[in-house]
């Protein structure tokens, strides 16, 4: 019996430690996605952004319906960008996942509008992350909304 709990012992806290290894190797790899993503955004390139999403992925921006799909989904990007989208920065805070799926949480930051008045927006961003046949991560589902107040609805008369 005390040879079945030290196997058994031994088996759940060496699937613990590899478990360990999977989720930090997963929180690397995203975090690669997120540097990919930033620097997409620095570049104001629309379709680099898509191409880290899958094929059917669906992007759940605030306040407008959700972007299905690379297409849709570089059309939401293009649109920022002309915006005035700019300046990102993304903060990872948890990456959870198993196998080929996962999902990463975190913050973000950028600026949006004119040069001369931008207007600095942050919040937070929940990412469903997976992995392709050829073994790189992309991002299947993102929703992301800010913590900035929503402005007064406008006077009526």
Not at 81 to 93: D, E, I, M, S, Y
Not at 101 to 127: C, M, Q, S, W
């Amino acid at each position: 019996m005390k040879k079945l709990f030290a196997v058994t012992a031994a088996f759940v806290l060496g699937a613990g430690v590899l478990g360990a290894q999977t989720a930090g190797g997963m929180a690397g790899a995203f975090a690669k996605v997120a540097r990919d993503f930033e620097a997409a955004v620095g570049r104001g390139d629309a379709a680099g952004l898509a191409a880290l999403y899958t094929e059917d992925a669906v992007l759940m921006p605030p306040n407008t319906p959700a972007a299905k799909g690379r297409t849709a989904i570089q059309e939401f990007f293009k649109g920022m960008f002309a915006q005035g989208a700019r300046n990102l920065k993304l903060v990872q805070t948890a990456v959870v996942g198993s196998g080929a799926n996962g999902y990463e949480a975190g913050t973000y930051e950028f600026d949006v509008g004119p040069a001369a008045a931008p207007i600095h927006d942050r919040g937070k961003y929940l990412i469903g992350m997976r992995r392709a046949a050829d073994g790189k991560w992309l991002i299947a589902h993102d929703i992301f909304n800010s913590d900035l107040p929503c402005p007064p609805a406008p006077a009526t008369r």
